[in-house]
Structures are given as structure tokens and as C-alpha cells.
């Protein structure tokens, strides 16, 4: 019989364990503002006013605030976070139609008491997910992570190590649909807000790609177009690159060209091995895909077509 899936609960944590982790949330949650405001709209003159007049009616107090005007399509791109006390999401959501409608806006209003939940998919490099793990248990990556998913066994001691359930679901030609229905499944029973691809080497079908729209972050190496396939660092060192990249995007149905959120390079020169690149090329793609996950959490980014706005 062909295994389809199969689920590692980890042990219960210990009471201490526990503790560290409860305080550690409540004090996060103390530094954060109550909402966040992102929107873009055609740009004219009175939009912030705008803005800030429905905040301050509504007895809001700004804490930040950033915007950027495109020039090159014409558009305004905001994010405003703010404390709102007694102040419910609802109520803001409804008394802010007459603003956005007036500017033809985009806009969503983020609560910020409750963190991002996050389901990572990895395969068998696990440089990613590491870094990710780590990031969340020290409070440094402020987000939720339910479960881990897998093709392979490999990381199934890893998520057990940082009590967190395994989800192994390989895929073959005949499982790839049915998997993905399963992933599906845990989406909305886990009320997963973002799917990390952590170095997961299957590509996503357009169903998912489709449902999951801008909810989906990939990691991979600089190199594309340029290397493709298999043992790019091979690649790379054959042609003598002298810098080791990597970008990290949303997930679209066109393989490896959605909107990019975030990258980063080091020199490198002709003394190192293919091995030494890999290894370079690691820490770098861990560090992009942080920064991407974290901009994300924080509701850091905004669309504009193909491209991004990112409000650091």
C-alpha cells in the first residue's frame, strides 16, 4: 500500500515550557499597536487628511506612519499602524466605506493582537526551515506556526524538537491532486494566513497558486534564469559568478516570476569550491526568507501590479 501521509505529534511540552512561552507572547503583544491601515488609491490631493481626520474622529492615536506616491502609475501607497483603545476592528471597518469609496481605495485594516499563522512546506534542505524555527522560539519572528509539511521524513525530529506536529505527505503523479486537497484541508483547519515555502522542492499546481494568492512565500536562489535545474552552485562556479544571491517572492502560477518581497548578495571570488558557494548560498537564502516572512507578518507590503511596495 502507498503511504499518503502521515502526522508526528510531538510530546507535551513541560509546564516551565510552557510559562516562558505565554510571558514571552504577552510582552510581544504589549509592544505592538492595536491595528495596522494599508491602502492605495489613484493619488489627489486630501487623502491623508483624509486618513488621519477618520483616525483622530475615532479616537485613534498614530504611532507610524509612511507612504509613497508612484508617479509612474499614479498612485498612493500608505500604511498607518495605531493604537485604538475600546475601539473595535468592526467598527472601523464599516465608518472607514465613506473614505475609501471617495478615494476609490484598496484597503484593508489589520488587527494586531493576534499574530499570523503560519504553515511551513520543506523538502530536504533545511537551512530554512532552521532559521525560521529558531526566529520563532526567540520571539524575533513574531508569528504563530501550527504545523510543518513535508514530502520527506527528514525534519520530522526537527519540528518534534520544538514541539510542533509533522505533516509527511509525499507526492507522486498519482497523489500530487489528493495531497494537495489534504493541504487544503489544514489550511482552514488551522486558519493558516501565509504558506512558507521553505526550500520546498514540488511545484504548486495553478489551483493552489490561484486560491492562495499573495499568501504564498518561495526562497530560491539568485541565479534564475541564468541556472536552471538541478546543482545551480555548480553552475554558477563553472562560469566564475562573483556574486552569490537570493530572492524571495510570491507564489504565482508563472513558475519562479511572482512579485519579489526581498533580496540580498555576498562577493564571492574564484578561491571558493561549489561547495563553499552552497554553503554561502544558504545563509543568504535563510536571511531573505526571514526578512520576507517578517515584512509579511507585519503587513510591510503592498501590490502595485507585478511589483511590490515595501514599507520598511
Not at 119 to 146: Q, W
Not at 216 to 233: D, E, M, T
Not at 256 to 271: K, M, N, T, Y
Amino acid at each position: 500500500m502507498t503511504e499518503t501521509s502521515v502526522v508526528f505529534e510531538p510530546r507535551p511540552i513541560q509546564a516551565e515550557t510552557q510559562t516562558s512561552v505565554v510571558d514571552r507572547s504577552s510582552k510581544d503583544r504589549s509592544l505592538r499597536p492595536d491595528f495596522i491601515l494599508t491602502f492605495s488609491c489613484p493619488d489627489r490631493i486630501g487623502i491623508v487628511h483624509a486618513v488621519s481626520g477618520f483616525l483622530a474622529t475615532h479616537g485613534c492615536n498614530i504611532r507610524d506612519s509612511a507612504q509613497f506616491s508612484d508617479r509612474s502609475v499614479g498612485r498612493l501607497f500608505m500604511r498607518v499602524s495605531f493604537d485604538a483603545p475600546g475601539v473595535l476592528l468592526t467598527d472601523l471597518q464599516a465608518g472607514f466605506s465613506e473614505v475609501s469609496t471617495s478615494f476609490g481605495m484598496t484597503w484593508e485594516f489589520h488587527g494586531c493582537k493576534s499574530k499570523p499563522r503560519l504553515l511551513i512546506m520543506v523538502s530536504k534542505a533545511g537551512h530554512c526551515l532552521n532559521d525560521l524555527l529558531f526566529r520563532y522560539a526567540t520571539g524575533t519572528l513574531s508569528v504563530e506556526i501550527p504545523l510543518i509539511v513535508s514530502n520527506h521524513r527528514d525534519f520530522y525530529r526537527l519540528a518534534a524538537s520544538y514541539d510542533l506536529p509533522f505533516h509527511h505527505m509525499p507526492i507522486t503523479a498519482d497523489t500530487k491532486l489528493a495531497q494537495e486537497a489534504k493541504l487544503f484541508e489544514l489550511v482552514e483547519q488551522e486558519r493558516i494566513d501565509l504558506i512558507v515555502l521553505a526550500r520546498y522542492m514540488q511545484v504548486l499546481s495553478d489551483n493552489v497558486c490561484q486560491k492562495m494568492s499573495g499568501r504564498i512565500i518561495n526562497i530560491h536562489h539568485s541565479f534564475l534564469p541564468s541556472f536552471k535545474g538541478a546543482r545551480p552552485y555548480h553552475q554558477a562556479h563553472s562560469r566564475g559568478v562573483k556574486l552569490i544571491g537570493a530572492t524571495a517572492h510570491y507564489v504565482t502560477a508563472d513558475l519562479d516570476e511572482g512579485p519579489i518581497i526581498e533580496q540580498d548578495v555576498l562577493r564571492v571570488d574564484h578561491s571558493l569550491t561549489p561547495d563553499d558557494l552552497s554553503a554561502i548560498g544558504r545563509d543568504v537564502e535563510a536571511a531573505v526568507l526571514a526578512r520576507a516572512v517578517k515584512l509579511h507578518a507585519e503587513n510591510r507590503i503592498l501590490m502595485n501590479g507585478d511589483r511590490t511596495v515595501i514599507f520598511r
